[in-house]
């Protein structure tokens, strides 16, 4: 993949490029960077031309000041006119479909809320259009407090297992530290901006009824952070819904069912 950098307020945004035919953009989650995207990435690059950022504070990616979702989104959009200027807005086979895991389906719906003219279809994986309940909020503040506490590094180790199901985190320990020393070294500041991004953001139910093109959603059976029957509510929403469930993931499908995940990835977005 060749590795590229733009400039955002001046903080150099890091993401990777690879690949030909329609445009796929790989939006990672919470303390991850798109390196989480590898398996998809060597199954999807034959078929697509695939982008995937570091949001900023992760990965390669400088941190910028006072970000929410919308300022994520225009990042993406930054990054989309970058490599494909004007031109394909002029043909639907050359718009952009984005799959956005956890935050990364947050970012998704706010790129959808803003520029939906840009979209052919996009992907909530492990993800959701509702805002933060207020328990919710509540379980994001204290996280906040622990991080504020302990720092990054002590806050993942902790918090990490609980997004793989219980038999995956024991008969897989390495790819929960893999994860963990992926997000150590995002710093407590970026860690702190992306929650309290996560609680200021809006419903965008709205989006899921008015967007006329595709959407996916990818399930996990055992998700906590983005339980089933939360997924299930909104799932009716879309024009045209495209609804799987994964019975053998919590949160981390693309890592505990790549195959599934790569394959229902694949269909849709051919």
């Excluded at 805002?131 to 996280?143: F, G, N």
Aim: aromatic content about 10%.
């Amino acid at each position: 993949m060749q590795e590229k950098i733009i400039t955002y307020n001046n903080a150099a945004i890091c993401y990777r490029i690879c690949g030909k035919g329609k445009l796929v953009v790989l939006l990672h989650g919470f303390a991850e960077n798109g390196d989480v995207w590898q398996r998809q990435i060597d199954f999807l690059q034959d078929n697509f031309l695939l982008i995937v950022p570091d949001m900023p504070g992760s990965g390669q990616s400088e941190f910028v000041e006072n970000a929410n979702m919308d300022t994520y989104a225009e990042i993406v959009k930054l990054i989309v006119d970058t490599e494909l200027p004007e031109k394909f807005l002029d043909n639907n086979e050359e718009k952009v479909n984005i799959v956005g895991h956890s935050m990364g389906g947050y970012i998704t719906l706010a790129f959808a809320d803003r520029y939906p003219e840009y979209l052919s279809s996009f992907c909530l994986f492990h993800s959701s259009a509702f805002a933060d309940s207020e328990e919710k909020k509540q379980v994001r503040l204290k996280a906040i407090d622990f991080i504020q506490a302990n720092g990054s590094y002590a806050f993942l180790k902790t918090s990490t297992p609980a997004l793989f199901t219980k038999a995956f985190a024991e008969k897989f320990p390495s790819l929960v530290d893999e994860l963990v020393d992926e997000g150590k070294n995002i710093t407590p500041e970026a860690l702190i901006q992306y929650y309290r991004a996560m609680i200021d953001r809006p419903d965008r139910t709205e989006i899921l009824k008015t967007f006329e093109n595709p959407v996916l959603f990818l399930i996990g059976e055992h998700d906590i952070a983005v339980p089933l029957q939360a997924s299930l509510q909104q799932c009716y929403l879309p024009t045209q819904s495209h609804v799987h469930i994964l019975s053998n993931s919590a949160h981390m499908g693309m890592w505990e069912e790549p195959e599934r995940s790569n394959t229902i990835l694949l269909k849709f977005l051919q």
